[in-house]
């Protein structure tokens, strides 16, 4: 069917020839444009959202380590991600003794690899008992959450904690989110082990730890170790942080601090419940 335009209408032609034996002037208004006076607008600054699992790097870029937990202070409610406390020995050190960390995303996420955000400083642990140390959060550009990135998988990029247990059970299976291998799971191998590291050429033995399938590698330590269960997902259960990420390919396992080793009474770990 041949659709006739407006202007072979013959009543609108009839009009339009008529018209135009006057010469019509067409007037209309100009539209009022508002004078912006403050002439320099100012946005939020963007959030960095760092998650459990995610990389951190000291400013040399000589150690790597993973996000453990973001803790939170009882007393003033600071915040502190807690990682392995061996991840301060490389330097560089601060006047104070203290060293500044910075976000490491994996690669390809959102946050630009090459350029991370600083964090904050990493005071020198006491590493004769446990592994562990605390980063202050001193960016307030940085974004506490209480998930962990496993952006490997499209169904569940985020797992959140619901909170933390201690899963002592040789033969379950327990997960790791970490920088370098990203999410890796395997079955506890042995409770109550014991790793010598090497400290300033002298060996710190830690016990209590829990062997498990080599789920890691440089790059891994501090990372968060889970367990979980398909009726909670995307909910998951934080069981330690991950103490032993070498590169050694001789081992086939590692080992992780458990959380009951790690959590005191004067911090609570952020969950999805408490955020």
Not at 82 to 106: E, I, L, R
Not at 130 to 138: P, S, Y
Not at 154 to 162: C, R
Not at 239 to 247: D, Q, V
Request: proline letters at 5%; a negative charge; one cysteine or more.
């Amino acid at each position: 069917m041949r659709k006739t335009r407006h202007v072979d209408d013959v009543q609108n032609k009839e009009f339009i020839a008529d018209a135009e034996k006057l010469n019509p002037i067409i007037i209309y208004n100009e539209p009022e444009i508002p004078e912006i006076h403050n002439k320099s607008l100012e946005f939020p600054p963007i959030e960095e959202v760092v998650f459990c699992g995610d990389g951190v790097r000291t400013s040399n870029w000589q150690t790597i380590c993973a996000v453990g937990l973001w803790v939170r202070s009882i007393l003033d409610s600071t915040y502190y991600i807690m990682t392995a406390g061996h991840c301060y020995d490389n330097g560089p050190f601060n006047p104070d003794g203290s060293v500044d960390f910075y976000h490491f995303p994996w690669m390809g996420s959102v946050v630009n690899d090459v350029a991370p955000g600083f964090i904050g400083p990493m005071a020198q642990p006491n590493l004769s008992v446990v592994d562990k140390a605390f980063i202050l959060k001193q960016n307030d550009n940085i974004r506490v959450t209480a998930s962990v990135r496993n952006t490997d998988d499209q169904n569940y990029p985020e797992l959140m904690i619901y909170g933390s247990a201690v899963i002592d059970t040789v033969g379950a299976i327990v997960c790791k989110s970490g920088y370098f291998s990203h999410v890796q799971c395997g079955r506890i191998l042995e409770i109550g082990a014991q790793f010598n590291f090497l400290k300033d050429g002298e060996v710190v033995e830690y016990s209590g730890l829990t062997k498990v399938e080599k789920i890691a590698f440089q790059g891994d330590s501090g990372g968060p170790v889970y367990g979980y269960e398909l009726s909670l997902l995307p909910g998951i259960i934080i069981a330690g942080i991950l103490s032993s990420g070498n590169l050694d390919i001789v081992n086939d396992w590692n080992v992780f601090t458990p959380i009951d080793m790690l959590i005191t009474s004067d911090i609570e770990i952020i969950t999805v419940g408490n955020l």
